[in-house]
């Protein structure tokens, strides 16, 4: 499976480093000093700990917008430029509900993965989202970057398909012609542990195809052996301090994280 040859281990752990609010965000603190230096101390605590990637997102970019500000994607693209060389594992990208952004900022700082909505349609509190597979895939080969991986959101979290199918459904249907190159698969909310039965359908269905499924909310310490049944989990709140979400990275909460991940990669 590609995720051992990318991140070098089984069941890989990808931290959500979430990016303070940018310029032109409402909750933005005007400085982008402060801003780089949270990234940068987030970053070290995350490696520190001992994870296995990490994801860029602009998760604190409130409230979202379907078509993202050039101000957001540049300003993230010089976050990470600033961060390249503090990098020491695989990176990969989230321009929040904005899948052809995330593949363009990709492409601009080199990210291993992305992960989005690259497929669907939906409805939520900011509205109607219709997303084009067929735009997606074709503009990463338009930018000449087919190597960076696409971690496709099976069911995002907070938000409902405008006509519901049984999940291992949509999986098949977001695997037809093999473009997926991963399935994320979430909670109800962000923070919130996915359905077991959700989990498992879609693991079934994408395990014959040698596509991994993620575990892409809810992950923690009490429960991250049970979640490691899939082929890796993204992991946010957990690691911040005091597991809250809008906290800073806590590198002694990670290393406890990690510390019961190695117990089960030792096991199995």
């Not at 890989?12 to 609010?21: R, S, V, Y």
């Not at 961060?83 to 952004?101: C, T």
Request: proline share 5%; charged share 20%.
């Amino acid at each position: 499976m590609w995720t051992k040859d990318m991140f070098g281990v089984n069941k890989p752990i990808i931290a959500l480093l979430h990016l303070d609010p940018l310029p032109g965000d409402p909750a933005y603190s005007g400085s982008m000093r402060t801003v780089l230096d949270h990234a940068k101390a987030d970053l070290l605590a995350l490696e520190d700990g001992g994870v296995d990637g990490v994801l860029f997102a602009n998760e604190f970019s409130l409230p979202y917008q379907p078509v993202a500000d050039i101000a957001d994607i540049s300003t993230m693209a010089y976050i990470i430029g600033n961060l390249k060389e503090d990098l020491s594992v695989p990176f990969g990208v989230n321009v929040v509900k904005n899948p052809i952004a995330t593949i363009d900022l990709g492409a601009a700082v080199g990210a291993n993965f992305g992960r989005s909505c690259f497929s669907g349609a939906y409805m939520g509190e900011y509205g109607l989202y219709t997303s084009n597979m067929g735009e997606a895939i074709r503009h990463r080969k338009a930018l000449g970057v087919e190597s960076m991986r696409l971690l496709f959101k099976v069911n995002p979290e907070a938000d409902s398909y405008l006509v519901e199918r049984p999940i291992q459904v949509v999986a098949n249907s977001i695997m037809f012609g093999g473009f997926a190159d991963g399935l994320c698969v979430s909670g109800p909310a962000a923070g919130a542990e996915p359905d077991d039965t959700a989990l498992k359908l879609v693991h079934e269905v994408a395990k014959p195809k040698d596509v991994p499924v993620f575990c892409n909310t809810g992950a923690n310490h009490d429960n991250i052996q049970k979640l490691l049944n899939c082929d890796g989990v993204c992991v946010g709140s957990a690691f911040k301090k005091d597991g809250v979400f809008n906290g800073r990275v806590d590198v002694e909460r990670v290393k406890y994280f990690m510390q019961a991940v190695q117990q089960f990669r030792s096991e199995h």
